[in-house]
């Protein structure tokens, strides 16, 4: 059985080799392979998961680059796709220690992948399935993404998504929304940063009244990460806690949102707790935080777990119509 299906884009991705606020000032860059359902599934078999990736590139340099290293990262590749019709998806990207990077993205083979029975045969046994709203974004990919996502959910499998929403990738917000409310009933899990949350439903709003506005989309657990601020989690059944992080200098924040979802599905496959295994996701994502560019050298799984018994998180008490069962 595999144990980890990431189904989305691919990027190259240059992230400028100094700190900067804007692209504009960048000269020199740094080339990494990226992506977030990517990034995930180089991340999984890093820790030693059978991880599958069902992806697209371009028949070019960086395509053979992108499938070389998923090959050297112990990527299950069967399921990656290659095009003549458009170049693998490229990312220019800013350095930063906190917030949001500035980011062009030059969308290509990313949003060409095409169902076949081949995925279609994996997502009948496996353990959890990935994807995110930037795989979304265009067809045929989200069409291809859309019906494997439900058929795996008739079969009982966990499946999670990354909201990763920008309008400079999905320019429609409203085509958005659209989607999302399609997709989120089929969801177990799903992880918005601050930001997402901002861009789709305006500043302002508390912590609480974002995970609300997710578990109202029909979602089954929420955890919305807030950076120095912590990570705040709520499910429809009423289970909702606060995790408190660790004071760290960061080194690049790029990839810190995928290194939480690798130790929280650890946790996961690992049969922990949802509090132990977010709080695994916490301990990978501040481990992130002292590397620039990808993670390379990962810890131990127990290890992993040991040390989030050292993070801090409380339960949170919530109005009783804050905590009542959505259907």
Known sequence: MI????LGESLIDLISSKYI??????????????????NLAINMAKLGYRSALATCL????????????????????????VTEQSPTSLAMITRKTTGTPEFIIYRGADGLLKSN???????????????????????PTRETILDIIKFAKNQK???????????????????????????LPYIDITKPSIEDSERLFGSGLTPIEYLEKFLAWGVKTVILTMGKSG????????????IQPNDINPSDVTGAGDAFWSGLLSGLLEDKTLQDAACMGQV??????????????FP????????????????????????????
Request: include cysteine; proline fraction near 5%; aromatic fraction near 12%.
């Open 3 to 6: 144990d980890f299906l990431a």
């Open 21 to 38: 606020e804007s692209l504009s000032k960048a000269n020199h860059f740094d080339v990494f392979v990226g992506g977030q359902p990517t």
């Open 58 to 81: 371009g028949s070019d340099g960086l395509g053979r680059k992108a499938l070389s290293y998923f090959q050297a990262s112990g990527v299950i590749t069967d399921y990656v796709q």
């Open 117 to 139: 029975p081949a995925i279609k045969n994996i997502a009948k046994d496996i353990r959890i399935i990935h994807t995110s709203a930037f795989a979304l974004s265009r067809d």
């Open 157 to 183: 499998h966990l499946i999670t998504f990354d909201p990763n929403y920008h309008p400079h990738i999905w320019p429609d917000k409203k085509d958005f929304i659209e989607t999302i409310k399609d997709v």
């Open 231 to 242: 990570v705040y989690v709520s499910t429809n059944d009423g289970c909702s806690f606060e």
């Open 284 to 297: 990978m994502a501040e481990y992130k935080l002292h590397k620039f560019g990808p993670i390379t050298t």
């Open 300 to 327: 131990d799984k127990e290890q992993l777990y040991l040390n989030a018994q050292q993070i801090q998180y409380k339960t949170l008490r919530l109005k009783p119509s804050q905590t009542k069962k959505r259907r």
